[in-house]
């Protein structure tokens, strides 16, 4: 009985549309996240309408680029793409990490993060195998090498 009244004290006060959960479109707090594509992003790429990418989350910036410390060019090179790395070299401070939560607009779509993640591994991986080749080419050269010496070196001593 008591949660009954309380729920619709709570419904009373925060308005009508509530009371129908219609209004929850326009909230993309929580449930309603948006997903975007970074197809979906890459065309937000104009000084009129900029998205950015930052740590899998994407930010319309369009309001904030002539505000930006560091200039507007450098955030409209970015523009439509991923910008965490540029944003993590600079080292921006947490008053600038705060900023960003206002430009929040969504996330990037779970496929893509997946795509992105592959591209990284592989490239680690290709790094790696070229590292391990030359760790064990050398010694199986010099391997080859005394190899061939020694069978020389054996040869003219059963001659002699
Ligand atoms: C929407 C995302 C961004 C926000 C909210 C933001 C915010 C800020 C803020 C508040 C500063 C002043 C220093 C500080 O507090 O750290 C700053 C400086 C700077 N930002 Fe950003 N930034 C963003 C994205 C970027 C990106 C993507 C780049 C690089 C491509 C960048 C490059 C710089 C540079 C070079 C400075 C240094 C300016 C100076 O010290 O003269 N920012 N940014």
């Known amino acids: 009985m ?15 549309a509530n009371n129908t959960g219609v209004e929850e479109v326009s909230e993309p707090a929580d449930c309603g996240v948006k997903y975007y594509t970074l197809e979906d992003i890459r065309i937000h790429n104009l000084s009129n309408d900029t998205w950015l990418i930052i740590h899998d989350k994407v930010y319309d910036i369009t309001t904030f680029l002539e505000e930006h410390p560091g200039g507007e060019e450098v955030l409209l090179e970015q523009a439509g793409a991923d910008a965490t790395e540029s944003f ?13 939560e206002q430009y929040y607009i969504g996330e990037l779509h779970m496929d893509d993060r997946q795509k992105k993640k592959e591209k990284e591994t592989e490239n680690t991986n290709s790094g790696e195998s070229s590292t391990s080749w030359t ?19 054996m040869l003219e001593h059963k001659s002699s």
């Open 135 to 153: 760790t064990w080419l050398i010694p199986a050269i010099v391997a080859t090498v005394v190899g061939v010496m020694y069978r020389y070196y």
């Open 2 to 16: 008591g949660e009954e009244i309380n729920e619709n004290i709570l419904n009373t006060g925060s308005g009508p």
């Open 88 to 100: 993590e070299d600079v080292g921006h401070s947490t008053d600038a990490r705060e900023m960003l």
